[in-house]
């Protein structure tokens, strides 16, 4: 159920526009791909003051305080509930401009919606994401109608075909009962890339949504999602999430090296960042550095990256991957019972599936694996 509900909440952030915002709203969105909340959300204050009747200020301004709410580590009820208002605020202009501009309504309705599934998924309120992600992608599919040259809508059905495909079999009926699509990998591709060879603003989030699909083991296009990646961290220097995920692109073609070089836990960028993301970014620059390390049959420079992990918070995810080198260090120096009390204590799916195999085949021996990507905000 949990897959589903992610894919329908998969509501593109770029939206549609009348030709005279559209420049506006460029600047908005560079501003909260860059993770510049403060000044995201005062560029989005300034549309809304600019276009009181238009969705697209209180729709951005949404945008930017669930980015915020997800940085905080999703703990603030205050930066939650501003999300919720601004999503309530989208929601109303949206189905006020119905009746005069019905395909755009159309639209903001399904990204409104769609975010709001999008933040229930994450609070793990799947009854409350599902009727929201359902209407989502039925709005989508209205702006298409009505309009079949909007991109941003295109964009995510595009991202629903796909992922829709990538659903466990059982799941896939549900979902094509539910909202009347069904999953199609081939199409959802085309879909994307059509957006993303486009020059709206819904390009940069299509390369993004490409990015993500590319660097996943599915897919396995680690050239081609590295070319993308490379392009959004030069566009986006301050988002630290496209820059860890070519370091972890890095690992996964065995280029450690270029993986440590990329993650760079101690190098300038990180200090560039905004102050929510820079902790979290530190900490997931240090784990790719050392498990990079790790990988190329080098612990002691493993023991050096994981000390200065010690001294940070671990963001979400982390835990037991921390564990799991841990215990490989102490396999490194022959502590095998020490190491086992650790890999027992791993929770993790896949970190424990890996632990069984340490424990057959003791490190540096055993399995390459590295961490899955985790965002860690």
Request: charge should be positive; proline fraction near 6%.
């Amino acid at each position: 159920m949990r897959s589903w509900l992610l894919i329908a909440a998969l509501a593109a952030p770029a939206a549609a526009a009348p030709p005279e915002m559209e420049r506006e709203l460029a600047g908005v969105v560079d501003l909260f791909y860059d993770m510049d909340f403060d000044k995201a959300r005062a560029a989005s204050d300034a549309l809304a003051a600019r276009h009181p009747s238009h969705p697209a200020g209180a729709f951005y301004r949404g945008v930017s305080t669930y980015q915020r709410w997800i940085a905080e580590g999703m703990r603030s009820t205050d930066t939650y509930r501003a999300f919720e208002l601004d999503s309530e605020a989208a929601e109303a202009a949206a189905k006020a401009m119905m009746a005069s501009h019905p395909a755009e309504a159309h639209y903001y309705l399904g990204a409104t919606l769609g975010f709001r599934a999008r933040a229930n998924v994450a609070r793990r309120n799947f009854l409350r994401a599902l009727p929201d992600g359902s209407a989502a992608v039925k709005h989508l599919k209205k702006a298409l109608a009505l309009d079949p040259t909007l991109s941003d809508a295109r964009l995510g059905m595009g991202m629903f075909h796909y992922f829709a495909a990538r659903m466990p079999s059982g799941a896939k009926p549900f979902a094509y009962l539910l909202i009347g699509e069904g999953a199609d990998r081939k199409l959802g591709l085309s879909e994307l890339w059509s957006v993303a060879e486009t020059t709206g603003i819904a390009r940069m989030e299509a390369r993004s949504v490409l990015a993500v699909i590319l660097s996943k083991d599915e897919e396995a296009d680690w050239e081609g999602a590295d070319r993308l990646l490379a392009e959004l961290t030069a566009r986006y220097p301050h988002n630290p999430i496209y820059r860890l995920r070519r370091a972890y692109v890095a690992e996964r073609r065995g280029r450690f090296d270029e993986a440590v070089a990329l993650a760079d836990p101690d190098g300038k960028w990180i200090g560039t960042l905004h102050p929510s993301v820079r902790t979290p970014a530190r900490a997931w620059a240090l784990y790719r550095a050392s498990e990079s390390r790790l990988l190329q049959g080098r612990p002691e420079e493993t023991e050096r990256w994981l000390a200065a992990l010690d001294r940070l918070p671990h963001p979400r995810g982390m835990k037991d991957w921390v564990l799991l080198r841990r215990a490989n260090l102490l396999d490194a120096h022959g502590k095998s019972e020490e190491a086992d009390a650790l890999y027992g204590r791993i929770k993790d799916k896949t970190a424990s599936a890996l632990a069984k195999r340490f424990r057959a085949e003791r490190y540096p021996a055993g399995p390459k694996d590295t961490a899955p990507f985790f965002t860690g905000y």
